[in-house]
């Protein structure tokens, strides 16, 4: 079976039981306690058809690195525990007519979001190919950018986990409402900005490997 088959049919599978959960528990975060698990699981499972190929074994890595991070950051503010429902969940079910709700469950928390967390890795299936072109510049630069990305995200989620700490310590005492120092002096939202930022760049990694990036070599040579 080609492997992005079967990952579809993981996906199909993962989807499925997120709605079933759903509806059995009247808890909507099941698919974000798998948001850092299904991306790297599925960039390994697609390595685990390019015979150890570097670019696959860096891909993986990184997703892993990813992954790893958000599981801790999530952890820690009690998205595992009992009742670590995403408050937003919640919002939009008492604005929501409950089949309208039944139905964004089904269309967007648990089937969208699956196939998002797939599309993610979706650069490493095609990174596996058999024609790839070998390792190049254009990976090593995806990989110190994407690195740099992933220590940015880190940071940012630090100053705002001790900032969140110090003002529900504090109460209203607790001077702004807002993070303004740190990475959040430059962005309101800079952990965002480098996660985003880090998928488009794991994206370049598909890019590399094409045919465009072999013409590229290719015309590098002849000059």
């Known amino acids: 079976m080609d492997p992005l088959h079967a990952a579809s049919l993981a996906c199909l599978g993962a989807a499925t039981l997120c709605w079933l959960l759903g509806a059995l528990t009247r808890e909507y975060s099941w698919v974000d306690r798998l948001w850092s698990i299904l991306p790297p699981a599925y960039v390994a499972w697609f390595a685990s058809h390019s015979h150890c190929d570097p670019r696959l074994t860096v891909m993986t890595t990184l997703a892993v690195l990813w992954g790893a991070r958000l599981t801790f950051n999530f952890a820690r503010k009690g998205g595992y525990a009992p009742g670590g429902e995403d408050y937003r969940w919640v919002e939009l079910r008492r604005r929501l007519s409950p089949p309208l709700f039944a139905a964004f469950n089904l269309v967007f928390i648990a089937f969208f979001q699956n196939i998002l967390l797939l599309l993610l890795a979706a650069p490493a299936y095609v990174a596996a190919s058999q024609d790839a072109a070998p390792w190049g510049s254009l990976d090593t630069v995806a990989t110190i950018v994407f690195l740099l990305l992933l220590a940015g995200e880190t940071i940012a989620d630090q100053q ?50 094409g045919p465009a990036s072999s013409m590229w070599r290719s015309s590098a040579r002849c000059c």
Do not use: I
């Open 160 to 209: 705002q986990w001790r900032f969140q700490n110090a003002k529900r310590d504090r109460g209203e005492a607790y001077g702004p409402k807002f993070l303004t120092q740190g990475l959040f002096r430059y962005s309101r939202h800079p952990n965002f900005f480098c996660e985003v930022s880090m998928w488009w760049t794991f994206y370049a990694f598909s890019v590399a490997s």
